[in-house]
């Protein structure tokens, strides 16, 4: 087991590492910009050391930074949370040149998974179900009318290097296809250095469904079923649940199986998320995240089990102890993301916390790294927490986070709880009734009645 973990985040998932790492009895280096001094993983770490200015190219992307951290407070592994550079294999490997542990899958799994035509043709030739879609990147726009044609309109173009819904176009018609192109390459080119695109089937209504994985890396790996993450602004999640309102026990062990045998033939290491759209009783892989993702804590609320304790095992070389026998969902968890945001306009609203009060009580939690006095940054995303509320059933889990909304106060700046309080009190919402582009049709309702 890893002696001193360095954390190579900031925010809440920094506290969240912090916190598993302190159960398993492991050391902690906080690294932070100058920004986060106060923050409170720095304040809780039994080391911290300044990175850089605010700029996170200058502080938690600047790797020979993080080295130098390691050095000076020997530091055996990284942690690198979400976001920043854990996704960089780069970056891994570096480490792994400097006999430093990474907390993460293998250097290759993440080069793979992170282009997403090379991560749409693997994931077809280890079983999983895709979108029909070109074989690869499309050259010119001869060839994009060519495959348009082939699997019908609309289509949709993506960033191959893509994520968060930059480079994404969808096209109607063949009229639509070469400005949905070259404005995808211009955005892609701009988001991620990498002008190349492809095309897939465009699903009208689908919910959008993850499955949680864990394997050792040798070959041993099981998945913990699916969240729903259908809530969705701009590509952006805001509201993820456990289990889905619309998956039978039956689809979640078949496609849960389906992935747990494609990582097991990868010899995948670490925690992953696979996936999908979902449509008409069907799924179809749109990618695979080779990281902890924010909404896990839905996942282990239903599990029990504890993501980042399994992520720091296994990437230790520990033997994974459980089975998929040992997983089974138990009632229902809810988690919404909770930014320093208009709740309408969605402008960032970065500034002090003047007064803040979490909700408690049975099956309520908050990952936060805020408190009263806590000046948001404007250098950083806007996620100020997430509440997630656990119930024996759906029913109990959406009147709970009816309460604990009631119940949490952010003042000093705006947040997006006002969003949330309407939400959960909406008939669609109650029933499981939306997909991948009901909020903002819901929101933009809702701004024309309002005007």
Known sequence: ?????????????????????????????AVHSTADADAMHVRLADESVCIGPPLARESYLNIPSIL????ITGADAVHPGYGFLAENARFAEILSDHNVGFIGPKAEHIRIMGDKIEAKKTAQSLGIPVVPGSEGGIRDDEEAYRVAEGIGYPVLVKAAAGGGGRGMKVAQSKDDLSQALSTARIEAKAA??????????????PRHIEVQVLGDGCGNAIHLGERDCSLQRRHQKVWEEAPSPVISAAQRAE????????????????VGTVEFLYEDGKFYFIEMNTRIQVEHPVTEMVTGIDLINEQIRVAAG?????????????????????????????????????HYHVPGGLGVRVDSNAYQGYVIPPTYDSLVGKLIVHGQTRDECLRRLRRALDEFVVDGIDTTLPLFRTLVRV?????????????????ADTANTQG
């Open 1 to 29: 087991m890893f002696k001193k973990i360095l954390i190579a985040n900031r925010g809440e998932i920094a506290l969240r590492i912090l916190r598993a790492c302190k159960e398993l009895d492991i050391a902690t280096v």
């Open 68 to 71: 130098a951290a390691c050095e």
């Open 192 to 205: 991620f250095g990498d002008d190349a695109v492809y095309l897939e089937k465009y699903l009208s209504t």
């Open 255 to 270: 496609i849960g199986e389906t992935c747990a045998k494609a990582m097991r033939e990868l010899k995948y290491l670490g």
């Open 318 to 354: 520990e033997p994974m102890t459980l089975t998929q026998q040992d997983v089974v969902i138990h009632g229902h968890a809810i988690e919404c993301r909770v930014n320093a945001e208009h709740p309408t306009t969605f402008r960032p609203s970065p500034g002090k916390i003047t």
């Open 427 to 443: 008939r669609d919402i109650a029933d499981g009734r939306y997909d991948i582009h009901w909020l903002e049709h819901f929101l």
